[in-house]
């Protein structure tokens, strides 16, 4: 069976104890930098090489300390604590001679643990995928400047996608449909890049362009089913020329797979 691009291009070789290197894909490219999103995949799965019977993130946080180009790179590992079930990591990735993202993590195997969900959180409802606008509506400016968009097939919810056609709606919501486009099944890896993957909900706050990322945290609740992904990005205060996003991803099943907030620039 053919190797997906995505395992491809999070793909990590060891160098020396601890240390990975990598070769980020310019594929990934958003903006001013490679996607946080990717990049934190990149990072997560350095992290389950270094560990042994501990495959899945199951919290991470990682500050973005300076944009990254594609090219090589290398991911430094730190096992801080191992335990019987989980362990605690320290990770940089580091280009040059220059850290440009530091990370904490958490991993565990998400399938040893209880199978006992109680959630408030409520699923986003969303027309089918045939009935929402596909990302290869954006148009070829956008596109040229985002190329990560074609790694990926993303179906708007067309209630929340009024600021593409300059009529934002002013309340901070996106939410769409996800899956990779070669069809490659989701799991805890790939969700890291998911809670990355739309567009900053500034959009829908009339503030089109690229929003750094400074700081973004992923939990990781559980193994995701086959089949789309639901993400819904929201945010609720903007102060200081920065804003906060918080993201829940659902599976096809029903269950919300994973969570995140970050703390992003207003867009430039």
């Known amino acids: ?5 995505f395992d491809e291009q999070i793909a990590v070789r060891p160098s020396a104890d601890g240390e990975f290197k990598a070769d980020l894909a310019p594929g990934w490219v958003v903006g001013g ?12 799965n350095a992290i389950r090489a270094s560990l ?45 001679d220059r850290t440009r ?9 998400l399938g040893d643990l209880p199978d006992d969900v109680r959630t408030s959180a409520q699923e986003p409802v969303l ?9 290869t509506m954006a148009p070829e400016e956008v596109r040229r400047i985002a190329p990560f968009m ?21 309340n901070g919501v996106l939410q769409a449909w996800f899956r990779l486009h070669d069809g490659r099944e989701p799991d805890p890896l790939a969700l890291l890049l998911t809670v990355d993957a739309l567009p900053p909900v500034t959009f829908d706050l009339g503030m089109p362009g690229w929003a750094p990322t400074l700081e973004l945290t992923a939990h990781v609740r559980a ?17 200081g020329g920065m ?18 907030r970050q703390l992003a620039r207003q867009p430039r």
């Open 1 to 5: 069976m053919p190797v997906s691009e």
């Open 33 to 44: 930098g490679v996607n946080g999103g990717y990049l934190l995949a990149v990072i997560g």
């Open 150 to 170: 074609d790694r990926f097939d993303m179906r708007f919810d067309p209630a929340h996608v009024g600021w593409a056609v300059g009529e934002p709606s002013g």
């Open 101 to 109: 993202i530091t990370t904490l993590a958490t991993y565990g195997d």
């Open 243 to 260: 804003f906060e996003e918080d993201c829940e991803v659902w599976d096809s099943a029903g269950r919300l797979v994973a969570q995140s």
């Open 223 to 239: 193994h995701p089913a086959p089949g789309w992904l639901k993400v819904r990005h929201a945010t609720r205060n903007m102060a």
């Open 127 to 135: 027309p089918p995928p045939e009935d929402c606008v596909p990302n």
């Open 52 to 96: 042994t019977a501990k495959p899945d993130p199951i919290a991470i946080s990682a500050y973005y300390l300076a944009p990254t180009e594609p090219g090589p790179a290398t991911v430094a590992t730190r096992t801080l604590r191992e335990g019987r079930t989980v362990a605690t990591v320290a990770a940089d990735l580091v280009q040059g």
